[in-house]
């Protein structure tokens, strides 16, 4: 499961970036046949220790034997299809962080500019925050380690490793902050950390309520729920669903919030596999958005579970998709745990939307020529003219619920394909992003402005309406970009300066006040969202 970085998402101005999804679809039950099982385990076992006494008795070099054995899981398991996985027990506790939607720390994330470490966004209600940390603090020592400081280049892994730790147990922070020649220390108790998955719920006008969505973890339905709840609260008629760049997840996760959305007894989704029977999930009663408009957006990185949700609307003509052909991923994987810490992710089923449809890209070619695919069907869309983009195999058609034909065999094709926004000047706008320029101004203002930011700007509201990115701090940024070796584009700066500015400000609005502020800030420039707000599609035949 690929976990995408959804703040850029708002900003995709210029080339796609690209990420190759492997979607973790985790739930369905799956009884092993034993007796058969323990002849394949006996007879595999046989040739795999022999071969490893072969390589430990004559092989010129020392072998690792750890890695060696995961490789050659991995290896095996790839011929099976893309998605099918053996994970090292330090990845097997990561993915399972993911899927939970928790992890155990302190609730701070960090950004490293040279040698310093800064704190970066503080998660409302963390031990971190009760402990006084705030944006901007620079760290210091991680108990004794020095992690900031001339000359340090520590692995920045390495120092989340120091921070993290099991709940109860506690980490000393040495800070650095304006004003004091002496380091401030915190002591925080580490505790259980949610990792919400929807990180935005927002009303976009007095009818349209906006949700984003970046991955199916076991509590995304229940924030989706949540987050349902609290719009309908506030009047909304028009849900945009965005499930950009979310490479899925959790299959049941999805399931629920499907059904939030359908009528009871509408089909949801089907699985079905050589050692899986059907098993049809219809819809139940009680969903809190059964009527009313809703859209959803899609794109490239789209897969697996966003791609369960997104055909189960379409096929039974819900609401409308925007945006660009999913990923296509119909498989579905069952997680096992291994004896020693490590896990095994095997593909049990495919799984079919309500009209019948397998949206499954083709991989008998082998895993490599699945991505190359993939990477080639996107470039050759962003390059192509808008009326010629590619579409799923026109050879599998199917039918929604009101006639309109839809295709199976390469992702959810939108009912509103969305053009690329395709100018070279964007160029200069993305090299600002993907070198972390605005990033590079914010931490340092925040070092030294928190408190005098907080007084001016008490609340987001006030932030949102009042707070402008001055001259001085505009030269800065493009300063900083030209120290990166960023050459200076005119054209770009003239073209796209309000939407660099604005870029800047949600930026600073995710570190003083949170992901709902990032996103209050960002969306009104976000070209493929006030589409989907805008365009009322009829889902007749």
Known sequence: MSIMSNRKTTYSLGVVLLALVVGLLVGVLFTPRLNKQQVLSSQMGNRINGLLQMIDHYYVDPIDYDSLTDQMMNAMLSTLDPHSCYLSPKNFAQENEIVQGQFEGIGVTLFYLGDTVYASTIIPGSPASRAGIH?????????????????????????????????????????????????????????????????????????????????????????????????????????????????????????????????KGDLIVY????????????ATKGGLFE??????LINEQSASASEVVSGAIQDNDRGAIFGHRSFGKGLVQHQFSLPDGAGLLLTIARYYSPSGRCIQRPYDKGSDEYYSDYLQRVLSDYNAADSILSVAD????????????????????????????????????????????????????LFNHYDDLIQKYPSNDIFMRDFKVDDATWQAVLLTADKKGIKRHPACISKYGSEMRNRFKALLALSLYGDNAYYSVAMPFDNELQQAIKKNVKLGK
């Open 135 to 263: 944006p901007g603090d620079r760290i210091m020592y991680v108990d004794s380690t020095l992690v900031s400081g001339a000359g340090m280049t520590k692995d920045p892994s390495s120092i989340v490793g120091l921070i993290r730790g099991p709940r109860n147990s506690s980490v000393t922070l040495g800070i650095q902050r304006k004003g004091s020649s002496n380091l401030v220390y915190r002591k925080v108790q580490r505790n259980v950390i949610h990792h919400a998955s929807i990180p935005a719920c927002v009303m976009i006008n007095n009818e349209t309520g906006y949700i984003l969505v970046t991955r199916f973890s076991e509590t995304t339905a229940s924030e989706f729920h949540n987050a349902l709840l609290q719009l309908n609260q506030q009047g909304m008629k028009h849900l945009v669903l965005d499930l950009r760049n979310n490479g899925g997840g959790v299959l049941s996760s999805a399931i629920e919030m499907a059904d939030e959305l359908l009528p």
């Open 291 to 296: 009527e009313g408009r809703l859209s959803i």
């Open 271 to 282: 699985t079905q596999g050589a050692h899986e029977r059907r098993r049809n999930i219809y």
């Open 394 to 445: 026109t050879s599998q058609a199917f039918l929604t619920k009101n006639g309109r034909k839809v295709y199976g065999g390469g992702g959810i094709q939108p009912d509103v394909t969305l053009p690329y926004l395709r100018d070279t000047s964007l160029v200069y706008f993305n090299k600002l992003v993907s070198k972390q320029v605005f990033e590079s101004v914010i931490y340092p203002l």
